[in-house]
């Protein structure tokens, strides 16, 4: 069966960058979209972006652009997220979420999420 | 502020149906089939229920059930359950090759 888990909880300070883990099994790790989708306290979920564990190919969305980094290691089956310059606003869960590389449809498995807090 | 607008709660009592709204633009729900449905219990990840309007994940209840017309997308659950309760999140694939969400749904069974 298809798991994602996911690094445990982080806490930094402002200015800091965290990066966060997401190990799969039970799947063909390059054969499916990796995604990161943060979710604020009692907020709906925010797209951050997606990698290709194959190509190593990214896309990130528009408000993350110059702050994330996707990457992966195919060799464990793992995905990471880099968030720098952390502000309080990005106190949130992270979750890791798969595609199909086929079609842009929906996330079907997700990753249980790893809570990020920013506080000085 | 969410792409995609839902309302903010709705509610219906064991055995109704209940619709849910999600209204976007012609650059992401009315642009693609593409829209997706999630359920969210408390401390829990995001579930899949709809992919693709109106497709169900295998092992997922025939009582729930989606559709689509110009920037708006419907997910619908009939013979409610207890079990329903939770948030409900729309998400649709955009023009610029990423994804939105929309702000959640509190469904209640009363």
């Known amino acids: 069966q298809v798991h994602l888990v996911q690094s445990g909880a982080e806490v930094k300070k402002p200015g800091a960058s965290v990066k966060v883990s997401c190990k799969a099994s039970?799947?063909?790790?390059?054969?499916?979209?990796m995604h990161w989708v943060r979710q604020a306290p009692g907020q709906g979920p925010e797209w951050m972006g997606w990698s290709n564990p194959l190509s190593g190919d990214t896309h990130y969305a528009q408000k993350f652009q110059g702050r994330v980094t996707m990457t992966r290691d195919t060799s464990v089956s793992t995905a990471y997220m880099e968030l720098s310059r952390l502000r309080s606003d990005d106190t949130a869960l992270y979750y890791c979420?798969?595609?199909?590389?086929?079609?842009?449809?929906?996330?079907?498995?997700w990753g249980q999420g790893t809570l990020v807090t920013v506080s000085s | 502020q969410p792409a995609l607008t839902q309302p903010a709660s709705v509610s219906g009592s064991p055995g109704q149906s209940i619709t849910i709204s999600c209204t976007g633009s012609?650059?992401?729900?009315?642009?693609?089939?593409?829209v997706s449905w999630y359920q969210q219990r408390p401390g829990k990840a995001p579930k899949l229920m709809i992919s693709e309007v109106s497709n169900r994940p295998s092992g997922v209840s025939n009582r729930f059930s989606g559709s689509k017309s110009g920037n708006a997308a419907s997910l619908t659950i009939s013979g409610l359950q207890a079990e329903d309760e939770g948030d409900y999140y729309c998400?649709?694939?955009?023009?610029?090759?990423?994804?939105?969400f929309g702000g959640g749904t509190k469904l209640t069974v009363l």
């Open positions: 012609s650059s992401d729900v009315g642009a693609y089939n593409y």
């Open positions: 039970g799947y063909t790790f390059t054969g499916f979209y």
């Open positions: 998400s649709s694939y955009t023009s610029s090759h990423s994804w939105v």
């Open positions: 979420a798969r595609t199909t590389v086929l079609t842009p449809g929906g996330f079907d498995y």
